[in-house]
């Protein structure tokens, strides 16, 4: 009852926000379309616009599918965080340093949701870090639970934002469709049997911690 009610808040929120998502950014559009010589600032607005509505329909699909679990299988999880890794690290700004820490493991998920989050959080990562390295690790806490947690070394949020960062329905930067990404993670950590945080502790960047059950 209270995951069907907080559903139901979240798609009230989504109504009445609607325009706090989109109408910044038809603003910008209509702005720089005023000048001839904004066609750079023009395109990226509607690449941006483009971005936010993609990611708020990836959001409310994993909502309404909220109590559908994945199909699970057997994971090679050292393997796969490698390759993840591999694709993630082109994103890297020059000389940022990329670190896989992951035992020879299997772990029974679902391996194209699992990359997902992993993907949009190294991504993340990759867009707030300019120098240091960024780490994905996996550290088995027993028979059927495990942790991957996702380090960086670049911005340090403060305590207002961390209360806000997994709210998709958030007052957000018009510019930055990115603001979605961390709730639809959330979602599908819930979807994968798991949760997703951020470690308020951690203080030399961002460290995300994703715990599954299998």
């Known amino acids: 009852m209270k995951i069907a009610n907080e559903s139901n808040v979240q798609k009230s929120h989504f109504i009445s926000n609607i325009n706090t998502q989109i109408t910044p950014s038809l603003d910008l559009l209509e702005d720089a379309i005023s000048h001839s010589s904004s066609t750079a600032t023009l395109q990226e607005n509607i690449t941006s616009l483009r971005k936010r509505i993609d990611y708020m329909q990836r959001y409310i699909s994993l909502e309404e599918s909220r109590e559908e679990s994945y199909p699970v299988d057997n994971v090679d999880i050292k393997l796969l965080c490698e390759n993840i890794m591999i694709n993630a690290k082109a994103e890297f700004q020059t000389g940022i340093e990329a670190v896989v820490t992951v035992p020879r493991v299997s772990v029974k998920t679902n391996a194209e949701a699992l990359e997902q989050i992993l993907l949009y959080l190294l991504a993340r990562a990759a867009n707030y870090t300019e120098s ?4 994905l690790e996996f550290k088995k ?19 207002e934002k961390l209360e806000n960062i997994f709210k998709p329905f958030a007052e957000t930067d018009p510019n930055n469709a990115e603001d979605w990404i961390l709730p639809i993670c959330q979602l599908i950590a819930y979807k994968l049997n798991g949760s997703l945080k951020i470690d308020p502790e ?10 599954l059950c299998s």
């Open 132 to 135: 240091g390295k960024i780490s």
């Open 141 to 159: 806490r027993n028979a059927r639970t495990g942790q991957f947690i996702i380090t960086d070394t670049g911005v340090i949020m403060d305590s």
């Open 202 to 211: 951690y203080k030399k960047g961002t460290r995300f911690i994703l715990d």
